[in-house]
């Protein structure tokens, strides 16, 4: 059974910074590439950032360009979202998903494996 847990949800001030977690575990589980996305109260989920591990490289959302880094490693099936900059919009609980194979990184639907999510609570 696949599992993606995240961590390092919490609430912090404007202008803080957050580093999110998301390990993943189970047998039978590969991956080309893991996305994070958020959902605000009453609104969609949204892309955030993704990386690729053939390509190795990253997208962002043109809403945390600039603030949000994501890395991981893939032999050891970990990514990280490294926040910086918070803003009270980006308060909203923060999923990341894995894809079996590649057919784009921004849709929620490109996506084969999600984790429960982690709170991110952004005060002003």
């Known amino acids: 059974q696949v599992q993606l847990v995240e961590s390092g949800g919490g609430v912090v001030q404007a202008g803080g910074s957050l580093r999110l977690s998301c390990a993943a575990s189970?047998?039978?589980?590969?991956?080309?590439?893991v996305g994070w996305f958020r959902q605000a109260p009453g609104k969609d989920r949204e892309f955030v950032a993704a990386i690729g591990w053939t390509a190795g490289g990253t997208v962002y959302a043109d809403s945390v360009k600039g603030r949000f880094t994501m890395s991981g490693d893939n032999a050891k099936r970990v990514v990280f979202l490294q926040m910086e900059n918070l803003k009270p919009e980006d308060t909203a609980v923060y999923y990341c998903?894995?894809?079996?194979?590649?057919?784009?990184?921004?849709?929620?639907?490109?996506?084969?494996?999600w984790g429960q999510g982690t709170q991110v609570t952004v005060s002003s």
């Open positions: 189970g047998n039978g589980f590969s991956t080309v590439a």
């Open positions: 998903a894995g894809a079996s194979y590649y057919r784009g990184y921004e849709r929620a639907s490109d996506y084969d494996y």
